[in-house]
T-cell receptor
Framework: NSKVIQTPRYLVKGQGQKAKMRCIPEKGHPVVFWYQQNKNNEFKFLINFQNQEVLQQIDMTEKRFSAECPSNSPCSLEIQSSEAGDSALYLC????????????FGEGSRLIVV | GDSVTQKQGQVTLSEDDFLFINCTYSTTTYPTLFWYVQYPGQGPQLLLKVTTANNKGISRGFEATYDKGTTSFHLQKASVQESDSAVYFCALVMNYNQGKLIFGQGTKLSIKP
C-alpha cells in the first residue's frame, strides 16, 4: 500500500475552472515530484521540490499550473483554468533524496475536464 | 537527451508462460535503472531497482539485468500468473538530474487464464 497520500482520487471540472490536488509525501522524504500521466500512459514531469524549494519545473507549470510544498502542510498542485487537454492522472511521488533514489508514488488524482 | 525505449506496447501470454519485456536506454553516462508496475486504478509501484554497482535485480519472481554493453535492461519472469496483468514501465534516473525519472512508453501485459 502506498505511503504517499493523494487527495482527491477523482475530480471533475468544467473548462476554465480551478482544479486543486493535494499530496502528503512519505514521512521523512524531503523530495516531492509531480507527474502527469495521459491516457496513452505517457509520463510528463511537471515539478519537483526539496523541502519547500523548487528544484526543477517545466514551462507549463509557470503559466496555468502552480505548485507548492509548504512546511507542515500537504503539497499541492493547482490548475488555475482547466482545459480539456489537462484531463489526466496526476501523480505525486516522494523520495529520500533527489539523486538516484527511488521514487514512491501515490495512487494519483484523476482529473476529468468536461 | 536521455531516453528509454520499450518497443512492445502490449504482450499477451497464458499462465505459466515465460515473460520477456524489452527495454533499452540511451544516456550520456551510466544511469540507475528501474522497473515499475502499474495496476489498474493505482499509481506505479517499484518492482526492481539496479544501480551500476549491482548488475541484476530480482523481486517477486521478476528479474532484470543491467547490460552496459547493449544498454539494455530487459524484464523477465519464468512463469507468469494472471495476477501479473498490469502495465510495466522501464525507467531511469541520472545522478545529475535531481532524481527526475525518465519513463519508457510502457508495456501492457495481459494474461489469459
Amino acid at each position: 500500500n502506498s505511503k504517499v497520500i493523494q487527495t482527491p482520487r477523482y475530480l471533475v471540472k468544467g473548462q476554465g475552472q480551478k482544479a486543486k490536488m493535494r499530496c502528503i509525501p512519505e514521512k521523512g522524504h524531503p523530495v516531492v515530484f509531480w507527474y502527469q500521466q495521459n491516457k496513452n500512459n505517457e509520463f510528463k514531469f511537471l515539478i519537483n521540490f526539496q523541502n519547500q524549494e523548487v528544484l526543477q519545473q517545466i514551462d507549463m507549470t509557470e503559466k496555468r499550473f502552480s505548485a507548492e510544498c509548504p512546511s507542515n502542510s500537504p503539497c499541492s498542485l493547482e490548475i488555475q483554468s482547466s482545459e480539456a487537454g489537462d484531463s489526466a492522472l496526476y501523480l505525486c511521488a516522494s523520495s529520500p533524496t533527489g539523486s538516484g533514489n527511488t521514487l514512491y508514488f501515490g495512487e494519483g488524482s484523476r482529473l476529468i475536464v468536461v | 537527451g536521455d531516453s528509454v525505449t520499450q518497443k512492445q506496447g502490449q504482450v499477451t501470454l497464458s499462465e505459466d508462460d515465460f515473460l520477456f519485456i524489452n527495454c533499452t536506454y540511451s544516456t550520456t553516462t551510466y544511469p540507475t535503472l528501474f522497473w515499475y508496475v502499474q495496476y489498474p486504478g493505482q499509481g506505479p509501484q517499484l518492482l526492481l531497482k539496479v544501480t551500476t554497482a549491482n548488475n541484476k535485480g530480482i523481486s517477486r519472481g521478476f528479474e532484470a539485468t543491467y547490460d552496459k554493453g547493449t544498454t539494455s535492461f530487459h524484464l523477465q519472469k519464468a512463469s507468469v500468473q494472471e495476477s501479473d496483468s498490469a502495465v510495466y514501465f522501464c525507467a531511469l534516473v541520472m545522478n545529475y538530474n535531481q532524481g527526475k525519472l525518465i519513463f519508457g512508453q510502457g508495456t501492457k501485459l495481459s494474461i489469459k487464464p
